[in-house]
């Protein structure tokens, strides 16, 4: 399974932008990047996900380097309820199975 | 509409007993996934079923096994516990199983898990 790499910990205060990086150097052709994000005490949900050209939705944005061997999750906004630890995950679009294997992520807090 | 559903919310067993874990997928989703985080550490896969067939599976021991029903719910079983299985159980249902080469948009949903404590 192909790595990320991702900050143990990054802080940010409410109301601004935060950027999330993600270092995926291995990451091979076929690879999908995905993002989910971990609340306290309940279980991962999705975020994002892209595989070479930027995506936007309603939560985040996904901003994918030219060489794809990075990316960065943005939040234009952040509030209280954006901390959470997230992770940025490679998913092969070749495999059937779903299996989604996860990092440490990176444990994001809000001041407010 | 109702998310996924685990049961039981918490569960405290001991050492060489075993477990059942239950999960009840979205409405119309036939994918049921589990995965394994341990305090601190990120989610580890262990099994996917899909139209009670199992998919895929992680680097777990044949202690851990699993089944899906008709109904497309699932339950996980963990024979002979250790310590080590102390753990929050996470199920996670989706529509189907990805098609392979388009990286559909195959999100998957989690349930809150369930809290398993071996003593």
């Known amino acids: 399974d192909a790595k990320t790499t991702q900050p143990n910990s990054m802080e940010s205060n409410e109301e601004e932008p935060v950027h999330l990086p993600c270092n995926h150097s291995?990451?091979?052709?076929?690879?999908?990047i995905h993002w989910y994000r971990q609340l306290p005490s309940q279980g991962p949900e999705y975020v994002i996900h892209?595989?070479?050209s930027n995506v936007n939705n309603r939560m985040a944005s996904l901003a994918i380097a030219e060489d794809r061997k990075s990316s960065t999750l943005i939040l234009h906004r952040a509030t209280l309820r954006d901390a959470a630890v997230y992770y940025c995950?490679?998913?092969?679009?070749?495999?059937?199975?779903?299996?989604?294997?996860f990092g440490q992520g990176t444990r994001l807090t809000i001041n407010p | 509409d109702a998310g996924v559903t685990q049961s039981p919310t918490h569960l405290i067993k001991t050492r060489g007993q075993h477990v059942t874990l239950r999960c009840s997928p979205i409405?119309?989703?036939?994918?049921v996934s589990w995965y394994q985080q341990v305090l601190g550490q990120g989610p580890q896969f262990i099994f996917q079923?899909?139209?009670?067939?199992?998919?895929g599976r992680g680097n777990f021991p044949d202690r851990f096994s699993a089944r899906q029903f008709p109904n497309y719910s699932s339950e996980l079983n963990v024979n002979a516990l250790l310590l080590g299985d102390s753990a929050l159980y996470l199920c996670?249902?989706?529509?189907?199983?990805?098609?392979?080469?388009?990286?559909?948009?195959?999100?998957?949903?989690f349930g809150p898990g369930t809290r398993l404590t071996v003593l």
């Open positions: 409405s119309g989703h036939k994918s």
């Open positions: 996670a249902s989706s529509l189907k199983v990805a098609i392979s080469g388009t990286g559909s948009r195959d999100e998957q949903f």
């Open positions: 079923y899909y139209e009670k067939e199992e998919r």
């Open positions: 291995t990451i091979s052709g076929t690879d999908y």
């Open positions: 995950i490679l998913r092969d679009s070749r495999e059937g199975a779903q299996k989604l294997v």
């Open positions: 892209g595989l070479t």
